[in-house]
C-alpha cells in the first residue's frame, strides 16, 4: 500500500488482498480531508467504505481509490478502480439480498455517482458528496 500526496487528485493505491483495507482507507481519507466537518466527512467515509465494499463482495479487486476536493462548492470525489467490467447492482440482486444495498446509501448520500469504464477492460465507480446539498449544514469556512 503506498499513499502519493499529490495536490489533486490525492492517491491511495490497494494491493490486491482477500479483505478490503477499510481501516487503511478510513484512516487514510480522514487525515486527507481533516479540514471537512464532521458530516461531510462522515458521509465520505461511509461512501468510500461502500464502494470499496461492494467492489470485494463482487470479486472485482479493486486497485485504487483517489479523491477529488473541489472547495467551492465544498464538494468530493471519491474514485474507486477496479478490474471488473460488470455494473454495479443497486438494490437486491438473486445472489443475496444484502448485495447492492450499500448502493442505495451511496445514492442517498452522493449529489451524483457513476461509473466510468477503463481503457484496460475495468471500471471507475465514484461518488461525489457535496455539502450544499438540501438538508445539508455546509462546512465552516465553505460560505
Ligand atoms: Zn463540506
Known amino acids: 500500500m503506498s499513499v502519493e500526496n499529490d495536490p489533486e487528485p490525492l492517491v491511495l493505491g490497494l494491493t490486491t488482498e482477500q479483505m478490503p483495507p477499510l481501516v487503511q482507507v478510513r484512516r487514510w481519507t480522514a487525515t486527507a480531508l481533516a479540514d ?31 479523491l477529488r476536493r473541489g472547495r467551492v462548492p465544498c464538494r468530493v470525489r471519491v474514485e474507486v478502480d477496479d478490474t471488473s467490467p460488470d455494473q454495479p447492482v443497486v438494490g437486491r440482486s438473486r445472489l443475496a439480498d444484502t448485495r447492492g444495498r450499500g448502493l442505495i446509501m451511496v445514492d442517498k448520500l452522493s449529489w451524483k455517482w457513476g461509473v466510468s469504464p477503463l481503457p484496460d477492460g475495468g471500471k471507475t465507480v465514484w461518488a461525489t458528496i457535496s455539502c450544499d446539498q438540501e438538508g445539508w449544514i455546509p462546512c465552516a469556512g465553505n460560505g
Open 36 to 66: 471537512l466537518d464532521d458530516d461531510h466527512l462522515e458521509a465520505v467515509l461511509l461512501i468510500s467504505t461502500e464502494l470499496l465494499t461492494n467492489a470485494y463482495e463482487h470479486g472485482s479487486s479493486p486497485y485504487g481509490v483517489r
